[in-house]
């Protein structure tokens, strides 16, 4: 599947950081994940974003 998307950006949110999870396992599933090249967020997002900038899986 030809993905067109390139950038990543998680906002802040915070207990509602969790509801990231299933997205990504999505994205992941897909082989959407793979085809990302920049990843940022802002407050508890730039977590998430770090932890994927740092190729933690979605598993993890």
Not at 31 to 57: C, F, M, P, Q, V
Request: charge should be negative.
């Amino acid at each position: 599947m030809d993905c067109p998307f390139r950038n990543l950006v998680f906002e802040g949110g915070g207990v509602m950081e969790i509801a990231y999870f299933g997205a990504l396992g999505i994205l992941d599933e897909r082989d959407i994940l793979s085809k990302i090249h920049r990843i940022g967020g802002a407050s508890t997002g730039a977590i998430n974003a770090s932890l994927l900038a740092l190729e933690y899986t979605v598993g993890e």
